[in-house]
């Protein structure tokens, strides 16, 4: 805490100002004023305006203010904004498919349009056609606008919780050399980017040439190096090292002894292995801690931080070729690689011969138990000796925009530009393990297998095999394990095209001023094609989920129009009142006809005062995954309705007389007699699309006030309501896994709608040879989906000429903006998640308060900045009545500040040094996380770590 410490009255005011934020931490700001005659347009309308006001709520987070959060990636720069519900981030692991996305208001980050100098980028991940956000460099940021609210009517398909635009630096000159490096007070987790921009006037001034070039790299942090993330809170995994063989409800194991010692009971019909194959009963202990134990904790070897490596560059080009022409060229390339890595592979549902070389005499006659001893059984395992599943993900993305730009003898300013774009998305995975092979090598001697040859007939299908001992500890031979090991790349591909134009200006004037408009039309078309390795298309893989092949792509063909229309000026009350009007007519190849349009409306009473508020009806086309997916794999988290113990944190579960009832129906048994407990706490899913889906439809509505009091200098304060409403909301059938379960065990009946899939022609849900369940899922326009919530900004330099001198080395204004969002309402199929975390049907924090606030304070050429982060307490999702389970833990109030000190050596020379999580603040850890133990994309997994670097010019 010493480098926190500053002198005299400045320690004071800064450590006051950090208990205030007990509800805060923030970067956005009010936007600056036009400059006097200018026209500008902002984000959420294609009118430019001189006063830099929309009816649309706005907020724009500065260069000064992004460059105070020290941070190195885009989306941590996002997710600190109360009206977003973090997306992926560097600390995603799994789920993780290696890129960083923003999610406004929480409808998914396929709901959030991403724009780069107002233009689309292209996605890059097949399942949200989401864009990645380290495609942007971070450098290059002049300015990020967030408009919250559906902006469809102005930006098309994508926008029905808003637009985050990123503005770059387009017009540099100069040289300018940057540099930050960093790690943890732990030693570990360093990073470190050094970036260049040079940018030159041309033909004296007419043009600009502005290029980029930056390079990033991030060093892995384990969870094993965190005491809070080292054991699961999960209760680990059934699926241990030693091996299992599963009871089978129809052909069940006598009782076996557990290991001495075992606190989770004398005796399993599951059978577990010593380490030297000797069997036993399965010590099934949910408490990872202790001394004997046969489940197994992935924790330790999973990624709190993936490591990653980026290089992004980065052309803009514009030229006046006269008065009435301008030209304009826009150049992105980025190759980002980050890596994730989980536990070894846990190998389930694997049926042996029962004359399996390798079978030692006390399992054999454990085996011999059994009403049917000669059957086959059914194994689990967990191949550590194979090394932990790693993912190496590598996305390169190529985008090219050029346009024109001019003004008509009418004074009309028009513009076209074109635009293509390409993702290149490459997941490479290695230490899997092949289905075929270790079926091969676990052959029995009645396939000519013994301990040390695969039988003739394997032999000549796979000449490398080689028998693979299951039971015990360490117990294959390197060969086994070279044989079974598979790693594979799956690709990924989209390409984008576009060609937009649009025309505006004035077109009369009325008494209170000139009504304004706009006119366009664009044409996108978007193609994507998803090609898995054989082996992960066809299944033959245990330790990740099947994949299939697909491809498609749509087009659209688009017009639109604004208009603003001013009824009102210097009158009484009301120094201004417009009205502000937009539609958008869209033709798909895929969907058809859709349209959006906005009504919004401002009442300016006076200098101190405006009022603002918009409708708007947005709407989003299915994007190609949702519409031609085909039985991809999933492995969402929630309990089995049939166990009788909590698999989170192995509580007795008490079962109503028709669970038991429809349990018994299924398994054969009845679940409380036979003590039936899932084995896993992720459930297996086989997930569809559905090409007969619809396009969503949104209803937004906004009502806030701008208060700037003339009395009180340097003051500025807005609040907000909204109220979002989307129909025929794209989702999986009745909300999930866990809801598709749950409507199946209310109806109580296999053949219903719930428990069978009518658009697959499948049951919704099965059990396996072990009673393990199975779920089946489809896509379709089932749900409908309500946020509603209040959003208040302060913006105020409070004076301090009362105790500080103007003039003097101390600044005598302190600088502090504090951002709150209040949810009122969450709720997704009828259940309200607001104030809740987790990951039970849905995987968000939702607080009923979040905040950020920035405070900010000058010494002579040094500038302090402290920011504070605050999420208000969450109770657990499992415990939401409405999905029937209970029994979790909660979570906390949870706030971290930030510190930074930026010194001015020079007008040339720049030093920064920070540091983040000051206090070393550990992230809440709960059941039904959605990673490692909490959720590392709201929540900081590192603590306390320091940063510094430098900024030339030249």
């Known amino acids: 805490m010493k480098s926190t410490k500053q002198a005299g009255n400045i320690r004071t005011i800064l450590l006051a100002g950090t208990i205030i934020s007990g509800m805060a931490f923030a970067v956005p700001a009010f936007a600056e004023?036009?400059?006097?005659?200018?026209?500008?347009?902002?984000?959420?309308?294609?009118?430019?305006?001189?006063?830099?006001?929309?009816?649309?709520?706005?907020?724009?987070?500065?260069?000064?203010?992004?460059?105070?959060?020290?941070?190195?990636?885009?989306?941590?720069?996002?997710?600190?904004?109360?009206?977003?519900?973090?997306?992926?981030?560097?600390?995603?692991?799994?789920?993780?498919?290696?890129?960083?996305?923003?999610?406004?208001?929480?409808?998914?980050?396929?709901?959030?349009?991403?724009?780069v100098n107002g233009h689309r980028m292209t996605p890059a991940t097949k399942s949200a056609s989401a864009i990645d956000l380290n495609s942007i460099p971070a450098g290059l940021i002049k300015k990020v606008e967030?408009?919250?609210?559906?902006?469809?009517?102005?930006?098309?398909?994508?926008?029905?919780?808003?637009?985050?635009?990123?503005?770059?630096?387009?017009?540099?000159?100069?040289?300018?050399?940057?540099?930050?490096?960093?790690?943890?007070?732990?030693?570990?987790?360093?990073?470190?980017?050094?970036?260049?921009?040079?940018?030159?006037?041309?033909?004296?001034?007419?043009?600009?040439?502005?290029?980029?070039?930056?390079?990033y790299k991030?060093?892995?942090?384990?969870?094993?190096?965190?005491?809070?993330a080292i054991l699961s809170n999960a209760g680990g995994s059934a699926t241990g090292v030693a091996g299992r063989a599963d009871n089978f409800v129809g052909n069940p194991f006598a009782p076996v002894a557990t290991a001495p010692g075992c606190t989770a009971g004398a005796d399993s019909r599951n059978i577990s292995f010593a380490a030297n194959g000797a069997a036993r009963g399965y010590c099934n202990n949910f408490d990872m801690s202790a001394a004997v134990n046969d489940r197994y904790n992935f924790s330790p070897v999973n990624n709190l931080m993936s490591p990653g490596e980026r290089i992004s560059t980065a052309v803009f080009g514009k030229y006046n070729f006269d008065d009435n022409l301008t030209g304009r060229l826009e150049i992105?390339?980025?190759?980002?690689?980050?890596?994730?890595?989980?536990?070894?592979?846990?190998?389930?549902g694997l049926l042996v011969d029962i004359d399996n070389p390798f079978i030692s005499s006390s399992f054999a006659s454990a085996l011999a138990t059994r009403t049917n001893p000669t059957a086959n059984f059914q194994f689990r395992k967990r191949m550590d000796q194979v090394g932990p599943r790693v993912q190496e993900h590598n996305n390169k993305q190529f985008q090219f925009v050029t346009g024109l730009g001019g003004t008509t003898a009418t004074g009309f300013k028009w513009d076209i530009s074109g635009a293509y774009g390409r993702t290149e998305f490459k997941d490479s995975t290695f230490n899997d393990v092949s289905r075929s092979r270790l079926i091969a090598a676990t052959r029995g001697t009645s396939a000519g297998s013994s301990t040390t040859s695969c039988g003739a007939a394997i032999l000549a299908i796979?000449?490398?095999?080689?028998?693979?001992?299951?039971?015990?500890?360490?117990?294959?031979?390197?060969?086994?394990?070279?044989?079974?090991?598979?790693?594979?790349?799956?690709?990924?591909?989209?390409?984008?095209?576009?060609?937009?134009?649009?025309?505006?200006?004035?077109?009369?004037?009325?008494?209170?001023?000139?009504?304004?408009?706009n006119l366009g039309g664009e044409y996108r078309k978007d193609n994507f094609e998803f090609a898995p390795d054989a082996a992960h298309g066809s299944g033959d893989i245990f330790g990740f989920n099947r994949e299939s092949y697909t491809q498609g792509g749509f087009d659209v063909t688009e017009l639109f129009g604004e208009v603003a229309i001013p009824l009102i000026a210097d009158a009484p009350f009301a120094k201004y009142v417009g009205l502000e009007l937009g539609a958008r007519h869209s033709n798909y190849s895929t969907v058809g006809n859709t349209d959006s349009y906005k009504v919004g409306g401002e009442w300016k009473i006076n200098d101190d005062l405006r009022f603002r508020s918009m409708f708007q009806r947005a709407s989003r086309a299915p994007s190609a995954f949702e519409l031609y997916q085909s039985n991809d794999q999933g492995f969402p988290q929630f309990t089995d309705p049939c166990s009788t113990k909590n698999v989170n944190n192995g509580a007795t579960r008490t079962l109503s007389a028709s669970t038991i009832a429809f349990c018994t129906l299924q398994l054969g048994v009845n679940p409380v007699t036979s003590g039936f407990i899932q084995p896993n706490s992720q459930i297996e899913t086989s997930i569809y699309g559905n090409r007969n889906l619809k396009p969503e439809t949104s209803d937004t509505i906004t009502i806030g006030a701008v208060y700037r009091p003339s009395y009180v200098k340097n003051l500025a304060v807005t609040l907000d309501y909204y109220d979002i409403k989307v129909k025929d909301y794209i989702n999986t059938k009745f909300g999930g896994a866990a809801g598709t379960v749950a409507a199946c065990f209310a109806?109580?009946?296999?053949?219903?709608?719930?428990?069978?899939?009518?658009?697959?022609?499948?049951?919704?849900?099965?059990?396996?040879?072990?009673?393990?369940?199975?779920?089946?899922?489809?896509?379709?326009?089932?749900?409908?989906?309500?946020?509603?919530?209040?959003?208040?900004?302060?913006?105020?330099?409070?004076?301090?000429?009362?105790?500080?001198?103007?003039?003097?080395?101390?600044?005598?204004?302190?600088?502090?903006?504090?951002?709150?969002?209040?949810?009122?309402?969450?709720?997704?199929?009828?259940?309200?998640?607001?104030?809740?975390?987790?990951?039970?049907?849905?995987?968000?924090?939702?607080?009923?308060?979040?905040?950020?606030?920035?405070?900010?304070?000058?010494?002579?050429?040094?500038?302090?900045?402290?920011?504070?982060?605050?999420?208000?307490?969450?109770?657990?999702?499992?415990?939401?009545?409405?999905?029937?389970?209970?029994?979790?833990?909660?979570?906390?109030?949870?706030?971290?500040?930030?510190?930074?000190?930026?010194?001015?050596?020079?007008?040339?020379?720049?030093?920064?040094?920070?540091?983040?999580?000051?206090?070393?603040?550990?992230p809440p850890v709960f059941d039904n996380s959605p990673d490692g133990n909490t959720d590392p994309n709201a929540f900081d997994v590192l603590g306390r770590a320091y940063y510094a670097g430098f900024k030339l010019k030249f």
Do not use: H
């Open 332 to 348: 992105f390339y980025t190759d980002n690689r980050q890596s994730s890595q989980l536990a070894p592979t846990p190998m389930t």
């Open 462 to 517: 796979f000449p490398t095999c080689k028998p693979y001992n299951l039971f015990g500890t360490g117990s294959a031979s390197q060969a086994a394990i070279d044989f079974v090991r598979l790693n594979f790349s799956d690709s990924t591909l989209f390409e984008r095209t576009m060609l937009t134009a649009n025309i505006g200006g004035d077109l009369f004037t009325l008494p209170a001023g000139a009504v304004s408009f």
């Open 218 to 228: 991030r060093d892995q942090v384990l969870a094993a190096l965190r005491d809070w």
């Open 33 to 115: 004023e036009a400059k006097a005659g200018e026209t500008v347009v902002i984000t959420g309308s294609r009118i430019a305006k001189k006063d830099y006001t929309s009816p649309s709520p706005i907020t724009t987070i500065g260069a000064a203010q992004i460059e105070a959060t020290g941070s190195l990636t885009t989306e941590k720069i996002l997710n600190t904004l109360p009206q977003v519900v973090p997306g992926f981030t560097a600390a995603s692991n799994n789920p993780s498919d290696g890129t960083a996305t923003v999610d406004l208001r929480g409808l998914g980050a396929s709901r959030t349009l991403v724009l």
């Open 146 to 215: 967030v408009v919250t609210g559906g902006a469809s009517a102005t930006y098309g398909s994508d926008a029905l919780a808003g637009v985050v635009n990123f503005i770059m630096k387009d017009d540099f000159n100069g040289l300018q050399i940057t540099g930050q490096a960093g790690k943890t007070a732990a030693g570990d987790g360093a990073n470190y980017d050094t970036s260049v921009i040079f940018g030159s006037d041309l033909a004296d001034g007419k043009g600009n040439l502005t290029a980029f070039a930056s390079y």
């Open 747 to 922: 109806s109580g009946s296999m053949t219903s709608d719930a428990c069978f899939d009518s658009s697959i022609g499948l049951p919704a849900i099965y059990r396996d040879a072990a009673g393990e369940l199975k779920v089946r899922t489809s896509t379709g326009n089932v749900s409908e989906f309500r946020t509603k919530g209040v959003d208040l900004t302060v913006d105020y330099r409070i004076p301090l000429g009362w105790m500080v001198k103007s003039g003097g080395i101390f600044d005598d204004k302190l600088n502090v903006n504090l951002l709150v969002n209040y949810l009122d309402t969450y709720v997704l199929d009828g259940v309200d998640y607001k104030g809740t975390a987790g990951s039970y049907n849905i995987s968000a924090a939702l607080p009923k308060y979040k905040a950020i606030m920035t405070l900010g304070y000058k010494i002579g050429d040094v500038k302090l900045t402290t920011n504070t982060s605050y999420y208000y307490k969450m109770d657990n999702q499992g415990n939401i009545p409405d999905l029937q389970d209970g029994g979790y833990n909660t979570v906390p109030n949870y706030a971290i500040t930030d510190v930074q000190a930026r010194w001015s050596v020079s007008p040339r020379t720049e030093l920064v040094f920070g540091i983040n999580n000051v206090m070393d603040k550990e």
